[in-house]
């Protein structure tokens, strides 16, 4: 498992979801209203396969695309 970090400038809607290199959803870690601050979710990922990861962080009218190496 790991932590994903993030800071919030304003409240809104947020979606953190995480995908496979084919771009299939493997998780929803957050989606929900969140107000402005910084934030920590747990990603658990004893069940996925080694291997290439993105997860994407959706704020309101903000999304941005990270990469993640599982390795076991």
């Known amino acids: ?6 800071r919030s400038p ?3 809607w947020q ?3 995480v995908f496979d ?3 299939r959803e493997v ?3 957050v989606d929900k209203q969140i107000n402005a601050g ?3 979710v747990n990603f658990d990922a004893s069940k996925l396969s080694s291997g290439v990861y993105f997860y994407r962080l959706t704020s309101g ?3 941005d695309i990270k ?3 599982l390795v076991k």
């Not at 498992?1 to 993030?6: M, V």
Request: hydrophobic share 40%.
């Open 1 to 6: 498992s790991t932590k994903i970090s993030w």
């Open 27 to 29: 998780a929803t870690l």
């Open 38 to 40: 910084s934030y920590k």
């Open 21 to 23: 290199v084919l771009g």
């Open 10 to 12: 304003v409240g809104s």
């Open 61 to 63: 009218e903000f999304s």
């Open 67 to 69: 990469k993640l190496m």
């Open 15 to 17: 979606t953190l979801k």
